[in-house]
């Protein structure tokens, strides 16, 4: 049975025990009341029997009390019988008004009633009371009252069902979508999510299975990306080492002194490959320890103007190879807190980024402001670039791992790199404590800025 029959079942069947329960305690409270009213009916009866033959023995008038008891029956039905019997000294009379019912059994009352003027003078009434006439007043209106209640119950037990249908399906409708939206993420079909509003726990499980549906596209979309990078980026140098070393092989062979002076070209090649290879493998490195959260730094104080410097001398032949100039505009600044290597690594992703967006003519620069925040110091230090910049759907997708910019299919001086430089940029400064933030205009240039804490 579903979920959804068995919440409208047991709401059903709820509603429809507690209405029968409320109209069956309706009707025995009635119940109660009217024994206490036919009880007060038999006395009235009893009472103004016993009256009538006081007066009438006082009055010496047999043939009143006759009459008078005629005239009760008429009033009250429920009398079946009232037997008579006068006695006076010796001499004793009967006389009886009505016949009891073949089949009922009445209930009996005895009065004796003496002449308080002449004790020998007495009239003995038996009443007998048919219990089933003085009850059909009472029963008929009871039948009444059960009717209503039967109606009100049949009527509140289909509203009842249309209620528990409707809250059934309210409740579980977004299970039903969550289960088929579960079962296409299970089939390998990510990113389904579902609209659904509310505050109560259905909302919050809502919002959970879309952030996690979410969370498995990017997931996929990562390693799917992973997958693609680290096969070009393992077999693009390889093949170039490959092809490299199959033609060192032919010029040795041929063992003439050009073909030796080629060899030394091609050494160099594939020495250039084999640091590209390195390169990615340590990156990869990176973003291993960075999941693990073992990406750790240690911070000293060091002269950032001293690496900014390196790191400019270490890209200036490639620099002036491209046609671009990159300047090291750092003033003389206090010493920062940092780790000088993790830095270093930060600065040559910075400005690797900058050589392969920016055109020939281009100028790359890094400079860096001192500014105050929450009482420390701390000095934001700056890679600008003129190149291509990016645009906001690019800038949103920053940061993560192997992920790459729209701006990538424009062409690059290099290779294309993996969209790991800015993964682990962020990642560094975050062991810093610093913020990285972002300014790119398309077609005009981008600025990268990072915070480090200036050293106490
Ligand atoms: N200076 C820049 N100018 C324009 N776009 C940039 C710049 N720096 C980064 N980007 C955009 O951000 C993306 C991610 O940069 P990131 O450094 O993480 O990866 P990458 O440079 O593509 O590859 P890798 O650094 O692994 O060699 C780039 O692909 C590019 O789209
Ligand atoms: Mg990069």
């Known amino acids: 049975m579903t979920i959804r029959t068995r919440l409208i079942v047991s709401t059903f069947l709820l509603q429809v025990f507690s209405m029968a329960l409320l109209g069956w305690g309706v009707l025995a409270v009635r119940r109660q009341f009217q024994e206490r009213d036919m009880v007060q009916l038999a006395g009235t009866i009893e009472m103004s029997v016993e009256r009538a033959a006081s007066d009438s023995l006082i009055q010496k ?10 005239f009760l029956q008429v009033q009250y039905p429920a009398i079946a019988q009232t037997r008579i019997l006068w006695k006076n000294k010796e001499k ?41 006439v003085l009850e059909a007043p009472f029963q008929d209106a009871n039948k009444r009252l059960a009717k209503i209640i039967l ?16 809250i059934a399906r309210g409740l579980t409708r977004p299970i039903v979508e969550l289960s088929r939206l579960a079962g296409e993420i299970g089939g390998g079909k990510l990113g389904g999510k579902l609209s659904w509003e509310s505050d109560d726990e259905l909302g919050g499980l809502v919002r959970a299975f879309n952030g996690m549906s979410g969370r498995l596209e990017e ?33 040795v062979a041929a063992g003439t002194p ?6 030394k070209d091609f050494l160099e ?32 104080p060091m002269e950032l103007p001293v690496v900014a410097n390196e790191v400019c001398q270490f890209f200036e032949a490639k620099a002036l190879q491209q046609g671009i100039a990159i300047q090291n505009r750092l003033a003389a600044l206090p010493p920062v807190l940092g780790d000088a290597d993790r830095v270093r690594q930060v600065l040559v992703n910075l ?32 890679v600008g670039d003129t190149g291509r910049g990016m645009d906001e759907t690019d800038r949103a997708s920053l940061f993560q791992p192997f992920t790459q910019g729209r701006n990538i299919s424009e062409g690059t001086a290099g290779h294309k790199g993996t969209g790991l430089g800015l993964y682990i940029v962020k990642s560094i400064v975050d062991q810093h ?10 077609g005009q240039g981008t600025r990268i800025s990072f915070s480090l804490k200036v050293a106490a």
């Open 351 to 382: 400005i690797a980024n900058g050589l392969k967006f920016t055109k020939s003519g281009g100028q790359i620069w890094i400079t860096g402001e001192q500014f105050r925040d929450g009482g420390a110091r701390w000095i934001e230090v700056t």
């Open 61 to 70: 008038d047999d043939v009143a009390l006759l009459s008078y008891m005629k």
């Open 433 to 442: 404590g610093g913020k990285i933030e972002v300014k790119s205009v398309p």
């Open 269 to 300: 090649r594939i020495a250039v490959n084999v640091r590209r290879l390195s390169g990615f493998i340590n990156d990869l490195l990176d973003v291993a320890k960075i999941e693990k959260g073992k990406m750790e730094c240690v911070l000293r």
């Open 92 to 132: 004793e009379r009967t006389a009886s008004v009505g016949v009891v019912r073949f089949g009922s059994k009445p209930r009996v009352s005895r009065f004796t009633v003496s002449d308080p003027a002449d004790a020998q003078r007495s009239v003995e009434v038996d009443l007998a009371l048919d219990h089933e």
């Open 258 to 263: 050009e073909g030796y002076a080629q060899s």
């Open 151 to 166: 109606a009100v119950w049949g009527v509140t037990s289909l509203l009842g069902l249309l209620v528990a249908y409707l």
């Open 219 to 251: 997931f996929d979309t990562i390693k799917r990306n992973f997958v693609s990078s680290v096969t070009h980026e393992l077999r693009s140098p390889l093949g170039a080492i490959e092809s490299f070393l199959q033609l060192i092989r032919e010029k």
